[in-house]
């Protein structure tokens, strides 16, 4: 592979690509913030002088694959740090490792890119997508739930969150029910699932949904039924769901409670620069540039050595918030995975907080697909 | 030999009989006026005739061909024009244009897709033709929206002539147009007598009685007498019907 | 399962009146006024952000309520003046344009002003908590205040349009207002008071639904399709037909998302049917629309131009 | 009442009135004259603020209304019965008439003595009207504004014989009534009944102007500027 | 006065003549920009600017319809979503041929087009503009369905198309002139259709409909023509698009970018066929620009727009026509 012209000067390039405008804006808010606070704590990454491009995609993937284009083209840069969703980081991807420039996905984890199309010059410091959904499929499973109710909104990431979830869940599933994606008001929904009074609800309902969500079910007075969730009750809803959420549950790799160093320092930090409770999205591209540090300062600021820079990379060699990291061979990670809860903390702001592990050292289930062992 | 006949003809809008089993044959190169009290339902008629309206009940045949379940274009296809009582153009074309966009319709297919239209000389004589015969030939290059209102009327005229009809129904055609140019009007749609069939709808009396050949009295909906302009002219329903004592100062 | 289709049914009725309340304020503007303003949803949502405003800093949903109402006014009347007074005699075209570019310098300065993140606005006291209903089913008492404004705007909205002056000379200006100032009415003036009429029963329904909905900066979006879906299935400018376009609308997607499913199961295997179901869902409120234009070229009650 | 004076007016860049100068004073009845597209309605919009005069001056009862809105010429006491009817399609026959109507001698049951067929149709809508109840519609509504000076743009177009002798004898009692009447119709005939005064118009100039009297007494006039 | 216009001479090619020697500049401008991206040592821009001469195309297929026959159809992404998918799809199959791969989005997209268009034509105005966007709707909800081709998510092209077995589109300068070339190449097809006798039917059914069928003409056929044509031209923007972004997803197809497209057409100017080309560019450039100066970009593109509303009715070309730069008056 060509070793990108950009490597050659003493400048280390790093290109953030977010979603920071629009509806969906608040998650890429907090990435890019997690990832400029440790830019700004590191000071220098890697030791060397480093120049930070951040651009939106506002949501749109054609107009994505062009500004990835123009930070590896026109800006030269030596990573590329992004995107929150999936078909965002479907149309960046070829673009950017095709060139030999690595790219570091903080939130999409798509199953392709973790199985047969895997790739050297990919990471990623989230997860797979399925994974908090299989997180609580185990749960439910471990309850001894007999009788789940499944909503999701009808696209592809709906459609896999089900799947994942089953996955690790075997009883029963009472009722499959696919809102539209945008969908305002549950009400016909949450009847149905008041009609039904099954063991508990898993729902994977990301953004102003889940908020809407989350508020109708308190008050259709449903919450005698288990809420289960992934990426619907976080940080990002929580300031606006606030008491709705209470004692509701979801499946992180995170959550800003962990009781470490590494974690404290970060979360409160944040909370003093933002004046708001991190979410995983925070942590996770906090975590890509302390990444990066580390394999930076591992190469000597060497960027033209690109076997040795990926090799640094992989090594993963600095300490995350959430405790254990590493990379599986598919460049995926290797960590924990826990139940969270919905709490009002002490410092009166709402945020989650780590109830029990559920997964330990938890491999992605399509690693085995790669060829990259 | 009977050109336009129309046979039973009815229309409702809800419980109002618009137009109330209608007959009437017009010979063919005939002027036939049609008069009547405002809102018997002149506009009406032909509006059925032209397939503008669908009938309630009745058929419409124009050289014996029998056309009531024809949509408009393809009763304009058959020979059958008419004109608008209340004027209907396409403002932002010229005059000319207007025109020539008729002329077309009669000559050749439309879906011609790369020949320069503006260029087909054919069409814009005859056009220019048709313009000159209504009156409007200097003001062949301005818009339409840009004419007054007394233009417009010949606009419509000018149009209606290009689709070379057989039966040609004009609604109110001297409708705003005044003095001098209303006789030179006339004297041009005489000139037309034979040329093909018209229905004439008028107020203007002294036009109907100078051009028609026989008049038919049309009063909510039914027609209540028809014959020559001298016989409908001292026909008494009809003067208190409709022509009331304005007309006594014409005849 | 009878139990079911009844709460069914009324939580279609209750979707729908979100909905006309919602939509209320475009059938003014646009089915009245002529006035395509897709800045409708941007109103909803300043709506939204303004009780939330307010109320944070009252504590009071009501003092919320009540602060919001006069500076819903202002921005109307701000939006009327600046742009739209010199938009109504303009193409439908030109309005799109420029209330496209309304819709861009509104959300753009939303989300300066308040974030990106939702915010949420609390249920007032007096109105929260459920009445049972039939068996372990229960309502919440807000809905049911929610459904009573919604019919009482509609009932208002009705008698203004169609029974006063005011609303025949909306009328009439829409379609010529050269002809209504001939006759002797300041026609800029009464557009302006009814524009921001709109306006305010924009953000008043913003406001309303806030409790039930996320406060976010996409609310303005999703709602500004349905809310003209429901105005052209009703017939553009009928207050009639945007209520029972918006009841039809929400029955539809209602019922059908929880008995379509079973429908089709019916017909097809179960898999397919899952499948079949999952495509056709979303396309409900369009499909619906493409059929009800099809029979109705001009909407239920509308007149044909 | 009325006093224009050197008015000027253009669409775009083509210019079509230069310098009309009329008035009508109080319970006087003054016709407008000229042949097809010589300006009658433009000086029409022009008075009534509907297209902006580009000179001259437009005064009512001494008040200089030039270009001021169109409401406030109706305000000022002038009413306007237009050019091609221009009734509202949207409201029907009563709407029509009582949207924009003002307080006064004229009211709804008047209109509909005067125009029976109106009350026949009061519930169709605007564009349901034949043409000549339109125009029944665009005069009643005009007198519902009741104006002291009605302004009437070829207001018997397309209406039978019978009904547009009832319009000159609606005039000729109005004028008795002592309200003022600008006039444009193309029946010169019967406008020499009971008008005081002509205006006549040629190429966006006027070129006469004179008594019934006058006109009567000099033939040319109409043989030369209205071919009559 | 009214004498003087009498008077002029037939103008024998009133109204388009400035604007197609506007678009001539334009043509030339567009073919000396690589070069110059080069020379700047600005490679990157050709990319852009081969997605810039992609949506040109569309705008202008849209236009087509738009302006000269106010059928506004706010389902137009849908087409572009077709000649993308045609990518995709017959790529998967191994058939890579840019000529294929149009003809299949062409067939794909008149399908559709007669079928929607047939049903929607029934309506007129606003309901028109809302059936059509119902119609795009269901497109985009399909092919979000389609789990084959990535659904949601979307698919990624391992490679641009070929063009007669050659790998002309491999180079980011191939791209761009041939999307270029057929720029130009549905400019002069559109040029022809507007001035042909069909686009005169066309027009006036735009002006007034009740005419036009009284002298003779079925509009519906002719509007349903013109829809097909400009859904097929449509298409083969998205065929680009595809192989620009190497990137095929429903996104492609969501009524956001029908909507900018009827944006484009009318920033540019209505019923010009210059102005869809111009408002392409003018607003994805200044997008692109504001982009670079301030993260707050919609204020000030929003406040351009409102701006170019209010003070230049008729668009960019309007603007540009009363400024006196390319004089024909319509
Ligand atoms: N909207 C317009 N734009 C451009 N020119 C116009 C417009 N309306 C009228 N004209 C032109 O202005 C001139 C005067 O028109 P106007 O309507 O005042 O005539 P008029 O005397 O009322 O004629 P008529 O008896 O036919 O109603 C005509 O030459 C006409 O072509
Ligand atoms: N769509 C409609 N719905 C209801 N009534 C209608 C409709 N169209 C016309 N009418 C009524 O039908 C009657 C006949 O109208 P029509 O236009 O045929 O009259 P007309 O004889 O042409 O009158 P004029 O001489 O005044 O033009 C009128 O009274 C009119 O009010
Ligand atoms: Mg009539
Ligand atoms: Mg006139």
Not at chain 1, 296 to 314: H, S
Not at chain 2, 110 to 136: D, K, M, Q, Y
Request: charged letters at 15%; hydrophobic letters at 50%; aromatic letters at 8%.
């Amino acid at each position: 592979q060509d070793v990108p012209a950009s490597a050659n000067d003493d400048v280390l390039k790093i290109g953030l690509i977010y979603t920071l405008s629009g509806p969906p804006a608040a998650l890429g808010v907090q990435a890019r913030d997690g990832f400029m606070l440790a830019a700004e704590r590191i000071g220098e990454i890697g030791g060397m002088e480093t120049e930070i491009i951040v651009v939106d995609d506002e949501g749109r993937p054609d107009l994505a694959a062009d500004k990835a284009r123009e930070l590896v083209q026109r800006e030269n840069v030596d990573f590329v740090v992004g995107p929150i969703f999936s078909n965002i980081l479907m149309a960046i991807h070829q673009p950017v490792t095709s060139t030999g420039t690595i790219l570091i996905s903080t939130n999409a984890g798509t199953s392709n890119f973790a199985g047969a199309e895997c790739n050297p010059n990919f990471f990623t410091t989230s997860y797979q997508n399925d994974q908090n959904h299989e997180v609580m499929g185990a749960y439910a499973e471990q309850q001894g739930y007999q009788n789940v109710f499944l909503m999701v909104p009808n696209y592809q990431a709906g459609k896999d969150s089900v799947a994942g979830f089953k996955n690790s869940y075997t009883g029963n599933v009472a009722g499959e029910v696919y809102t539209e994606l945008g969908q305002l008001d549950f009400s016909s929904e949450l009847a149905q699932i008041a009609a039904f009074q099954p063991d508990a609800l898993f729902t994977f309902m990301p953004g102003g949904m889940g908020v809407n969500l989350v508020k109708q079910y308190s008050q259709a007075g449903l919450t005698s039924i288990p809420f289960l969730s992934a990426f619907t009750v976080d940080e990002t809803t929580l300031p606006a769901t606030q008491e709705a959420a209470v004692g509701l549950l979801g499946g992180a790799n995170w959550a800003p409670d962990m009781d470490n160093e590494a974690n404290r320092t970060f979360v409160s930090a944040y909370i003093e620069k933002y004046d708001s409770v991190p979410g995983t999205y925070a942590m996770q591209a906090y975590d890509a540039a302390q990444l990066i540090d580390s394999a930076v300062r591992k190469t000597g600021g060497d960027l033209t050595d690109r076997d040795a820079l990926r090799a640094a990379i992989t090594e993963a060699d600095f300490d995350s918030p959430r405790g254990d990291f590493s990379f599986g061979a598919n460049n995926y990670p290797v960590q924990d995975f826990y139940l969270v809860e919905a709490v009002k903390r002490d410092d009166g702001y709402y945020g989650t907080s780590v109830k029990e592990k559920i997964f330990d050292d938890y491999v992605d289930n399509y690693a085995d697909q790669c060829a990259m062992q | 030999m009977t050109s336009l006949s129309v046979q039973n003809l009815s229309k409702n809008f809800g419980a109002l009989k618009v137009t109330d089993d209608v007959s009437l044959e017009v010979a063919s190169g005939e002027i036939h006026a049609v008069i009547g009290p405002n809102g018997a339902g002149k506009t009406t008629l032909i509006a059925q005739l032209s397939g503008q309206l669908r009938s309630d009940a009745g058929r419409v045949l124009v050289g014996g061909e029998d056309i009531s379940q024809l949509s408009m274009p393809d009763r304009v296809g058959r020979g059958l024009a008419r004109s608008f009582q209340i004027t209907c153009v396409l403002p932002g074309f010229t005059a000319l244009e207007n025109v020539a966009v008729a002329v077309q319709a009669r000559s050749g297919s439309s879906f011609r897709f790369f020949g320069r239209v503006a260029e087909e000389e054919a069409l814009n004589a005859a056009a220019l033709r048709a313009l000159e015969e209504a009156g409007l030939g200097d003001r062949a290059h301005v818009r339409a929206s840009s004419l007054s209102h007394g233009e417009h009327r010949r606009l419509e005229l000018a149009i209606a002539l290009a689709t070379e009809p057989k039966v040609l129904l004009l609604d109110e055609p001297l409708a705003g147009v005044g003095g001098e140019d209303a006789e030179a009007f006339i004297d041009r749609l005489k000139r037309f007598k034979g040329r093909f069939t018209m229905v004439l709808i008028e107020h203007d009396m002294e036009a109907v009685f100078a051009l028609a050949d026989r008049v038919s009295v049309l009063v909510y909906g039914r027609i209540i007498a028809t014959g020559t302009p001298e016989a409908i002219r001292s026909d008494p329903e009809v003067r208190a019907a409709y022509l009331g004592e304005e007309e006594e100062e014409v005849a | 399962m009878m139990n079911l289709f009844v709460l069914q049914l009324l939580n279609g009725v209750q979707l729908g009146v979100l909905l006309f309340l919602i939509a209320a304020g475009l059938t003014l503007v646009f089915g009245i006024m002529d006035v395509i303003n897709l800045a409708h949803g941007v109103l909803y949502m300043v709506g939204a952000y303004l009780i939330a405003t307010f109320a944070a800093l009252t504590g009071s949903f009501w003092w919320g309520l009540l602060l919001m109402l006069p500076a819903a006014v202002v921005v109307g009347l701000l939006i009327e003046v600046v742009i739209i007074r010199r938009l109504y005699a303009r193409s439908h075209l030109d309005q799109v344009l420029a209330t496209f570019g309304l819709v861009m310098i509104a959300s753009e300065l939303v989300e300066i002003v308040w974030g990106t993140s939702p915010l949420s606005v609390p249920m007032p006291e007096m109105l929260s908590g459920s009445v049972p209903l039939m068996g372990p089913l229960r309502y919440p008492v807000y809905r049911i205040a929610v459904i009573l404004a919604g019919l009482a705007v509609a009932a208002g909205l009705y008698v203004v349009v169609n029974h006063t002056r005011i609303g025949m000379l909306l009328r009439a200006g829409a379609t010529n207002r050269m002809m209504v100032s001939a006759l002797g009415v300041d026609i800029n003036k009464l557009f302006a008071i009814v524009f921001t009429l709109g306006a305010v029963l924009a953000c008043l329904a913003g406001a309303l639904v806030a409790p039930i909905l996320s406060v976010d900066t996409g609310m303005g979006e999703s709602v500004l399709i349905l809310a003209f879906v429901v105005v052209v299935i009703g017939g553009i400018g009928s207050i009639k037909g945007a209520f029972l376009g918006a009841l039809l609308v929400a029955v539809v997607d209602t019922l059908g998302g929880v008995f379509g499913p079973f429908l089709l199961r019916s017909l097809l295997d179960p898999a397919a049917a899952g499948q079949m179901g999952r495509v056709l869902a979303p396309m409900l409120v369009y499909i619906l629309m493409a059929v009800i234009l099809f029979a109705r070229p001009a909407g239920l009650f509308g007149r044909r131009a | 009442m009325l006093e224009v004076s050197g008015l000027e007016a253009a669409y775009g860049e083509s210019r079509i009135l230069f310098g009309i100068d009329l008035s009508v004073g109080p319970g006087e009845v003054v016709t407008l004259l000229g042949r097809n597209g010589m300006g009658k309605t433009t000086t029409v919009k022009s008075i009534f603020g509907l297209l902006r005069p580009r000179g001259g001056q437009v005064r009512v009862e001494g008040q200089d209304l030039t270009g001021a809105e169109p409401h406030r010429m109706a305000l000022a006491g002038l009413g306007l019965v237009p050019e091609g009817r221009q009734v509202f399609p949207t409201l029907n026959v009563e709407e029509n008439l009582r949207a924009t109507a003002r307080p006064g001698k004229w009211t709804l049951n008047r209109i509909y003595e005067l125009f029976p067929r109106l009350e026949e149709r009061r519930r169709n809508m605007g564009t349901q009207l034949s043409g000549g109840e339109q125009q029944m519609l665009a005069i009643g509504r005009a007198l519902m504004t009741n104006p002291r000076l009605m302004v009437l743009d070829e207001a018997t177009e397309g209406l039978a014989p019978l009904i547009r002798a009832d319009i000159w004898a609606c005039l000729a009692r109005l004028k008795a009534e002592g309200e003022a009447i600008l006039v444009i119709d193309k029946n010169v005939d019967a406008l020499t009944r009971f008008a005081d005064r002509h205006v006549v118009i040629e190429k966006g100039r006027v070129v006469w102007t004179g008594t019934t009297a006058e006109i009567l007494a000099t033939p040319d006039v109409k043989d030369r500027f209205l071919h009559v | 006065m009214s004498d003087a216009p009498a008077m002029r001479p037939a103008p024998r090619t009133p109204a388009l003549a400035g604007r197609v020697k506007a678009a001539l500049v334009l043509f030339v401008l567009f073919a000396l920009m690589p070069p110059l991206a080069s020379a700047l040592n600005d490679p990157f821009y050709v990319l852009i600017g081969t997605r810039i001469l992609a949506y040109a195309i569309a705008a202008m297929a849209l236009d087509l319809i738009l302006g000269f026959g106010a059928l506004v159809s706010f389902g137009h992404a849908a087409y572009l979503g077709f000649g993308a998918y045609a990518v995709a799809i017959l790529s998967s199959y191994g058939i890579d041929d840019l000529f294929l791969q149009i003809a299949a989005g062409i067939v794909m997209s008149a399908g559709f087009a007669l079928i929607t268009g047939a049903i929607s034509l029934r309506t007129q105005g606003v309901y028109f503009i809302m059936i059509t966007l119902a119609f795009g709707q269901m497109a985009f909800f399909f092919f979000i369905s389609l789990s084959a081709y990535g659904g949601d998510d979307g698919y990624s092209l391992s490679q641009r198309s070929g063009v007669l077995g050659t790998d002309l589109l491999g180079s980011d300068y191939g791209l761009y002139y041939t999307t270029l070339a057929l720029l130009i190449a549905v400019f002069v097809l559109c040029n022809r259709i507007v001035n042909s006798r069909f686009g005169r039917v066309f027009t006036g059914i735009r002006e007034n409909r009740t005419r036009m069928e009284a002298v003779g003409y079925a509009p519906f056929r002719f509007q349903l023509t013109a829809f097909v044509i400009s859904a097929c031209l449509t298409s083969v923007a998205g065929v680009l698009l595809a192989n620009q972004a190497q990137f095929v997803s429903p996104a492609f197809m969501s009524w956001h970018r029908s909507g900018e497209l009827i944006v484009m057409v009318v920033l540019g100017g209505v019923g010009t066929l210059t102005g869809g080309i111009v408002g392409a560019v003018v607003a994805l450039l200044l997008e692109e620009w504001l982009g670079m100066l301030t993260h707050h970009w919609p204020l000030l593109f929003g406040t351009f727009l409102v701006l170019m509303v209010l003070f230049s009715p008729r668009g960019i070309t309007g603007l540009i026509e009363r400024l006196g730069i390319g004089r024909g008056r319509r």
